[in-house]
């Protein structure tokens, strides 16, 4: 079945280490791609999105993904974590196979960074 | 309103009966959309209205499930004779135009089936 794959389900760091949450997708064509958080006790939102260009997108607070086609794949990283990174973050993608408006996500990577 | 709305916060319900979710969307916003969140996974897509017409409801899992948003501002979910499996999160999303650049989600409405 088509679907978005996210590999690490939870993920523990110490402040300063370098962060990297893996993402592929299983849609082929062209795809909207997006990267989600959720912090504690906050509503989900928006991190970063690539639509086209330049495949290296850099988004808020220091995250940056990049889409590399071939693989399938928009990995989030970031290259010094800091505890208030703690959250939860998901992968998102716009399959346009599916229609340009339905967002597929994956089950979500919960991040812990210890002081 | 400043955010997008949803109530109630919680809800608890018992097996069979109805109960009808409330989404507020940010004003102004053209679409809306519902997704359902089970514990330990992502979001998952439930169906979507562009003004008040339903563009897809391919995500609904059955035909107890069903959302209106007659006026194209506020949507009702509706799950009708609820069974312990509805139990989950379920989230309103809204976003200003047709074309999904940046969803703004609510809360959540955590709702338990007894």
């Known amino acids: 079945a088509q679907s978005v794959s996210q590999h690490n389900h939870h993920v523990i760091l110490s402040e300063a280490a370098s962060l990297e949450l893996g993402c592929n997708y299983s849609y082929g064509g062209t795809v909207n791609l997006f990267w989600y958080v959720q912090y504690p006790g906050q509503h989900l939102q928006l991190l970063l999105k690539?639509?086209?260009?330049?495949?290296l997108v850099k988004g808020i607070k220091g995250f940056e993904a990049e889409f590399i086609k071939s693989k399938f794949s928009f990995n989030l990283r970031k290259p010094s974590v800091q505890w208030s990174d703690t959250a939860e973050y998901f992968c998102?993608?716009?399959?346009?196979?599916?229609?340009?408006?339905?967002?597929?996500f994956g089950a979500g990577t919960r991040l812990a960074v210890h002081p | 309103g400043a955010g997008v709305s949803q109530s109630p916060r919680y809800k608890v319900t018992k097996r069979g009966q109805d109960v009808a979710l409330r989404c507020d969307p940010i004003s102004g916003h053209v679409s809306l959309y519902w997704y359902r969140q089970a514990l330990g996974q992502g979001p998952e897509f439930l169906t979507y209205?562009?003004?008040?017409?339903?563009?897809?409801k391919s995500g609904l899992p059955n035909d107890r499930f069903s959302a209106e948003r007659p006026e194209g501002s506020i949507s009702t979910l509706t799950i009708q004779r609820t069974e312990q499996r509805d139990s989950a999160m379920y989230r309103c999303a809204s976003s200003p135009g047709q074309v999904v650049e940046k969803l703004f989600f609510g809360s959540g409405t955590q709702l338990s089936v007894l």
């Open positions: 998102a993608v716009i399959p346009f196979s599916g229609g340009y408006n339905k967002l597929i």
């Open positions: 690539y639509f086209s260009g330049d495949p």
């Open positions: 209205f562009n003004y008040e017409a339903q563009q897809d």
